[in-house]
């Protein structure tokens, strides 16, 4: 499962505790979260989960052998 | 302990910095207390039930009719059905320092001319409820000319009961300005709280209430089209 961001929220995040503000990475509304939200950001409401991207089509099944 | 002089104090009344002219501010809270008092006692009782908060703001200073001065500003507001979003700080509008927040509605003005002194104006102006113990999240000492956002506040614990904010945008540039409240649990991830509404080429101010759960540290971000400037204050408080 993934996480994005709600609309009109922005969610920043610093690399490190007591990174310079500079440092940190702006994820904007409707963006995906490359990492797993703290609970209390989860609990807000302020992310969303969403499901994976779908993956590659299952291969066709085989077709009969023709009588 | 740490005494304050008043002269560091800032007054924002609505887009306008009144600080210039205002030589005293006063805050003031009250609460009603119903007698709830029966037959069978023998002492008045008051203290079951907490009523209704109110509060007031009063200004007094120097008279200057000039526009975006005091007496312009101050008579503009009387009598006037919309709330004005006021803020006062009273030991300055530095990051972190407390901040009075209050939606209200001038109900009183007067101007004197003293012929040995200078003209004087003073305004009353009432709540909507109480004033709102806050912090400064941003001070309008330095124009804003490039995105980022402030030094966070501590507010020690999480609380439940929303909060508001207020934005008092003094001058404004040929550009645009999104201004947030952002709060966090760990001081390392923010999210959106308040959002105002975006700031063009006019000076303005707002108040936007949230309901739910404030995390422990709170901050202000902005982002410019450009590069501004703009000057701007912002405080917040919570409930």
Redesign the interface.
Known sequence: MAWRVSPNVKVSRKPYPGAPRSEETVYPPGSLLPFEPPPWLVASGRVERVADAPGPPPPAPASEKEE | MAKTHGRQAVVLFDQYDLSAWLTSYEGADDVDIPDTSCIGGSTARRYEVVGLRGGTMSLSGHYDPAAGASQAVLNAAFAQAAARVVSAFPQGDTIGLPADLMSARETSLSAGTPVDGVASISAQAVGDGGKEFGVSLHSRAAAVTTS??SASVDQLA?SANGGVGHIHCTVAAADTIDV?I?DS????????LI?FAQITTTAAAERVEVT??V?QYVRE?HALGVSGPYTYAVAFARR
């Open positions: 980022g956002d999480q947030d952002e649990a760990d001081d390392e991830t923010f999210a959106t959002t739910g759960t995390e971000t």
